[in-house]
């Protein structure tokens, strides 16, 4: 809803003073949304889990459980009855918006999000704040953008500003904020929009800097490396750090596919979220009666700061590391509403931890030095999940403000990527869009010519083509009157017999004689867009036929005018 002044105010500036207005006014809108949320997730948390943890046993225990099934089953009627596209993190949603919706998102994603993302969060629920407000602060640009007169065609440039500013206000980290939106998202980073983002992401991370603060997420000490020690354990942390993060992808994707388990059927699904909460109120209440850290509720940023103050023994951290594990696969898996950035960087920071003590039992390793194994742990193991590399350094060295730990961050990187390709088809999000029934291929189209040239004819092509199943004059003149395409395929006798034409259809009938066919040109649905175009080429009849592979049944028919409008498509989702 635009607000009727604003837009006429607005085109009388030139037009690269309009798009700067209107990039500040997505950044400052976003980053204040999501600053609320970070300020509602903490207010939430300390008003409960705090005070409670001082409390005798049954209380902390009643209170607890009390909390977060509470604020699960509201979370799972506001999903459920408002916005089902608010469920997780939110950055598939939002990835999918901006190519498929062109950066429209809907309001109600925004204030859902809001409200299902505190009291999950905050209310104890083992999900992070990052991802949603990605989500969040993406929705909101995109609303900004309409208010400003801008429509629905036309968003996507505020969708990317706005999840910018959201990341940068979330994490305090405008460089990785910018890299995560281009390298997730746009998954271009020559993109033309970098200009705009990149202010976003500044405003971002000005408006967390005036409300909260200017302070990194975590305070090192001295972290400077001692020795070649480190960088020799450097891999194993990395490689033990990335297969944690590709067992909670593939364990949460397959317990999120609920159509795998017939236990679930009948359990409604705004029920399901508060099974997540359980779990996660079983394993963390037992883990703070043994240990005292709250670390598997909500965020678990206390005891992951205590962790890289090493105030944390290499056992507790093994403990945290796979109760925290658990409970995220078990909320996330569940359909609570929250994010993967924190846990899986808990997850890594855990995971360093444990190994860098047990390496310290084994020969001298300095506490700094177990420091460096955490944070490495921390890059990779998000890394892996996400499949950003260079945000994945990039955030954990803006959150911490230590440059020496960048050479031992890359070489972390290497190994968790190595490893991500190995074992996953996709990162974490292209999976979730994936399982939700979308193709990434028709989803994202390629960035260059290559990318293009290899692309499988399949995502291009018109499905369900009109066959011709019977070259009887009747049934070819209902053909010709039920559709209006000038080439039909022959499908008879169980094989392709050729192409029909149009001309040639009417021709016969008004001579009365036997219909001629053109010999059919024919491609499997994994050929490349390259060699379909040679096809194409070749193909008297201007018409490749994509093929079955063991049947030889169409499966769909390719022209030189989907070609010309798939790569017009692909110049305006670039431009």
Known sequence: MSVPWLPSLLRRLPPRGRAVVQTCVYGLGAGAATVAFQLGITWLYRATFV????????????????????????????????????????????????????????????????????????????????????????????????????????????????????????????????????????????????????????????????????????????????????????????????????????????????????????????????????????LGVTVFLQTGHLGVFSLGYDDLSAGLANQLTWQIAGVLLAAKLVATIACYGFGGCGGIFSPTLFFGGMCGLFLGGLAGMLGHLS????????????????GAVVRAPVTGILIVFEMTHEFALVPALMLGALVSQALSRRFLRHNFYDAILAQDGHRIEHLIPPRDLAGWQQQPVSALATRSPALATSLEPAAVQMLLRS?????????????????????????????????????????????????????????????????????????????LHDLLRAEMALGGSRA
């Not at 506490?367 to 998000?382: I, N, P, R, T």
């Open 51 to 282: 005070p409670l943890s001082g409390q005798p046993r049954a209380v902390f225990l009643l209170g607890s459980l009390g909390v977060v099934l509470g604020s699960a089953l509201v979370v799972g009627w506001l999903l459920n009855s408002f916005c089902r596209e608010a469920r997780g993190s939110g950055i598939p949603q939002l990835k999918a918006a901006f190519w498929k919706d062109l950066g429209c998102v809907p309001w109600r994603v925004a204030w859902v999000k809001f409200i299902a993302g505190i009291l999950s969060i905050g209310g104890g629920s083992s999900l992070g704040r990052e991802g949603p407000s990605v989500q969040l602060a993406g929705a909101v640009g995109s609303n900004l953008a309409g208010v400003l007169g801008e429509p629905k065609q036309n968003r996507r440039l505020a969708a990317a500003a706005g999840a910018a500013a959201g990341l940068a206000a979330a994490f305090n980290t405008p460089l990785a904020a910018v890299t995560f939106v281009l390298e997730e998202i746009v998954q271009d980073l020559n993109s033309r929009i970098l200009g705009s983002v990149l202010l976003a992401s500044l405003l971002g991370a000005f408006v967390v800097h005036g409300v909260i603060g200017k302070q990194p997420s975590f305070t090192l000490g001295a972290v400077e490396p001692s020795g070649w020690t480190v960088y020799l354990l450097v891999p194993v942390v990395a490689a033990s750090a990335a297969l944690v993060g590709v067992l909670f992808q593939k364990t949460t994707l397959a317990l999120r596919d609920q159509r795998q388990h017939r236990a679930l059927v009948g359990v409604p699904l705004w029920l399901r979220p508060a099974l997540g909460g359980l779990a996660t109120w079983s």
């Open 367 to 382: 506490a700094a030095d177990q420091v460096v194994l955490a944070v490495v742990g921390m890059s990779a193991c998000l």
């Open 483 to 559: 559709h209006p395409y000038e080439r039909f395929p022959v499908w008879t006798d169980g094989g392709l017999q050729g192409i029909l034409t149009r001309a040639e259809a009417q021709a016969a009938l008004a001579e009365q004689r036997s219909m001629q066919l053109v010999p059919a040109v024919t491609c499997a649905p994994e050929s490349g867009v390259r060699e379909v175009q040679r096809l194409l080429l070749e193909s008297p009849s201007g018409l490749v036929v994509v093929c079955e592979r063991n049947t030889g049944a169409p499966l769909g028919v390719v022209t």
